[in-house]
């Protein structure tokens, strides 16, 4: 039950794209199409970004988008806003009802 | 509205067990897969335990014989008794409602533990 591999940081001006990474296993990534996206705002809780690759829940605004190949899962936040600055973490299935989450990448608007 | 509120946290002693509970409201428990997830101070995310709806468990390899998952149908609640704790269980520990999709939609606010002498 290895962590999934996040970029520690992330950075960009606001209005660029920033894309985050998440490197995993076939095993947990690269076996399921159950890779999710949370949001954690200092002192807060996490908050669901992306689900099942690349679907995003109601309210989330659409410049936050997900991908994957192979092993790896992406988020790319299009459109960088102020209150995008927050740390993001990946989640996976890794099968037998275990879950994993990613290390944490901290994205900064400069 | 769907809520989750943790309590039961607090300051225990290397070895000492305590009790989280995690009360719900806006959905039933038990129709619903529920996870532990923890943090430790200035670390990542780690995923602890889950509670399926037809009553499977499971641990993550770090709290497995240690920590034991359970609910109340009645009080509409989730629980994690923690025993033979150490220094490296402290953790804001939240408790979070799983989808089918294997996601996790609602968080608590969470409730800090911390092992210490």
């Known amino acids: 039950q290895s962590a999934l591999t996040q970029p520690p940081s992330a950075s960009g001006s606001p209005g660029q794209s920033v894309t985050i990474s998440c490197t995993g296993t076939?095993?947990?990534?690269?076996?399921?199409?159950?890779v999710s996206w949370y949001q954690q705002h200092p002192g807060k809780a996490p908050k669901l970004m992306i689900y099942?690759?690349?679907k995003r829940p109601s309210g989330v605004p659409d410049r936050f988008s997900g991908s994957k190949s192979g092993n790896t899962a992406s988020l790319t936040v299009s459109g960088l806003q102020a209150e995008d600055e927050a740390d993001y973490y990946c989640?996976?299935?890794?099968?037998?009802?275990?879950?994993?989450f990613g290390t944490g990448t901290k994205v900064t608007a400069l | 509205e769907v809520q989750l509120v943790e309590s039961g946290g607090g300051l225990i002693q290397p070895g000492g067990s305590l009790r989280l509970s995690c009360a719900a409201s806006?959905?039933?428990?038990?129709?619903?897969?529920m996870s532990w997830v923890r943090q430790a101070p200035g670390k990542g995310l780690e995923w602890v335990s889950v509670?399926?709806?037809?009553?499977?468990?499971n641990y993550a390899d770090s709290v497995k014989g240690r920590f034991t998952i359970s609910r109340d149908n009645s009080k509409n609640t989730l629980y994690l008794q923690m025993s033979s704790l150490r220094a490296e269980d402290t953790a804001v520990y939240y408790c979070?409602?799983?989808?089918?999709?294997?996601?996790?939609?609602?968080w608590g606010q969470g409730t800090l533990v911390t092992v210490s002498s």
């Open positions: 979070a409602r799983g989808r089918p999709g294997h996601y996790y939609d609602y």
């Open positions: 076939s095993s947990d990534i690269g076996g399921y199409n159950y």
């Open positions: 806006g959905f039933t428990v038990s129709s619903n897969y």
């Open positions: 509670f399926y709806t037809g009553g499977t468990m």
């Open positions: 989640s996976s299935y890794a099968g037998s009802n275990n879950y994993v």
């Open positions: 099942e690759v690349s």
